[in-house]
């Protein structure tokens, strides 16, 4: 049984669209929800496409523009509309799904709870089921439901913090249903739970191995005080790589991981557990394809930095479903244009800006690219006479959307041609 509604239409007639969809879990026993981006098109044509599945906990939160006070009025399907249109990624279908009871308090995890009874009564986890409800249910509906590429090389996943835990998790124990695998600053339990900052010698991860009720349910079984860390390994991501046979692990090499992290520890990321888990992924042969773990010197634990990380490895999951990008060829001489100062921005009262000086009237139109050339939005488009010029940048996109931390490029194009300048955008 399926049910639905439009949640969102994507301004403008190119967007894509975000709708919210009930159907029956026979794993956890329950009615499940899920939010869905279909892309630019999607009801225009009978093409199939990729999936991309993001997990954290409930199935609004990669599709809230504020789930938290720092993402400013961007979410997931404004990043995808915006990498889409521009050519940068191919199109994809995009899956948050639904991980917590009805009212955040209980996680799913994508395991299968030792002692569900202890969640009994709070709506929203059924049987308890989560690794099965995963593997069987969400993607046999999906691929059931919408026009996808069922193959495993067009399936991807990918999370933020518990999230970001599900999806390495699943990567690891499922090589045979993901490809590609992305997570921003995962909340991994360190291998055999022994946090190697500590020198206790016994599985003593405090934030695994919690006092509180938390992940009761997923891993305390029933007359016990303590966790069951013997189960929990066996959703420990390090753990199930130790034990993997090799031919599995040859598998599961041929797989792409994208794994960043916020750039401090504690209350403000988790960057220790990062770099642990990277470290014993390189001794197993698991190589990090992204472009370095930790992804930029301010990053912390909040959906600003998640939204970064994923305008990055949005393009890391279309490449891995074979997407190729044509690079652009640009003239690093433009000839009566010379750019003279560039201001990057700080994030508090300053904008970026470009100073430039033309000397011979000509039309030039200013833009604002990213680092990987896609098109953010024109600043000017007129013709300019001789003399000095200036072009700042308030961080919205063509779109109205505010744009993400990092580094952009200021563009100049004239007839005889196009330069540019990096800028920095902070907020």
């Not at 900052?197 to 009720?213: C, H, K, N, V, Y």
């Not at 939005?377 to 996109?397: M, S």
Request: proline share 4%.
């Amino acid at each position: 049984m399926l049910s639905g509604q439009l949640t969102e239409q994507t301004t403008g007639l190119l967007g894509g669209t975000v709708e919210h969809h009930t159907f029956f879990s026979p794993a956890l026993g329950i009615d499940k929800s899920y939010n869905i981006y279909l892309p630019p098109g999607y009801y225009q044509d009978r093409r199939r496409y990729p999936v991309l599945y993001l997990f954290r906990g409930h199935e609004k939160e990669w599709f809230d523009p504020y789930q938290d006070h720092s993402r400013g009025g961007t979410a997931i399907q404004h990043l995808a509309d915006e990498l889409i249109l521009s050519g940068a990624v191919s199109p994809m279908i995009i899956v948050g799904v639904g991980l917590t009871s009805a009212d955040g308090s209980i996680y799913g995890l994508g395991v299968n709870f030792v002692n569900p009874r202890l969640a009994r009564g709070v709506e929203g986890i059924g049987s308890g089921l989560f690794e099965t409800y995963l593997t069987r249910d969400v993607i046999g509906h999906i691929d059931a439901t919408w026009r996808t590429r069922s193959q495993a090389r067009y399936r991807g996943a990918d999370g933020f913090s518990l999230g970001g835990f599900t999806a390495v998790m699943m990567g690891i124990k499922y090589p045979e249903l993901f490809s590609s695998v992305g997570s921003y600053d995962g909340s991994y339990m360190f291998h055999n739970l022994h946090d190697p900052r500590r020198q206790t010698g016994r599985p003593d991860d405090r934030l695994w191995m919690r006092r509180d009720g938390m992940f009761a349910p997923a891993f305390r079984p029933t007359g016990k005080r303590r966790y069951d860390a013997a189960y929990m390994n066996l959703y420990n991501p390090l753990s199930l790589l130790e034990k993997m046979p090799s031919e599995t692990r040859a598998r599961l090499e041929k797989n792409r991981f994208y794994l960043r992290s916020a750039s401090s520890d504690g209350h403000q990321g988790n960057r220790d557990r990062n770099v642990h888990l990277v470290t014993l992924f390189q001794l197993y042969g698991i190589r990090n394809h992204a472009s370095s773990l930790i992804l930029s010197s301010d990053a912390h634990h909040t959906w600003k930095f998640a939204d970064l990380h994923m305008r990055e490895t949005l393009r890391k999951h279309a490449e891995a479903f074979g997407f190729r990008e044509k690079p652009i060829k640009r003239k690093r001489v433009l000839p009566n244009v010379a750019i003279k100062t560039v201001r990057d921005g700080n994030g508090v009262c300053q904008t970026p800006s470009m100073s430039y000086k033309v000397y011979g009237a000509t039309h030039l139109r200013v833009e604002v690219c990213t680092l990987h050339g896609d098109y953010v939005t024109t600043l000017k488009d007129e013709v300019h006479h001789p003399g000095r010029h200036q072009a700042e940048w308030d961080g919205l996109n063509a779109h109205g959307h505010l744009m993400g931390s990092g580094v952009y490029f200021a563009r100049i194009t004239s007839p005889n041609g196009t330069i540019q300048q990096k800028w920095v955008f902070l907020r």
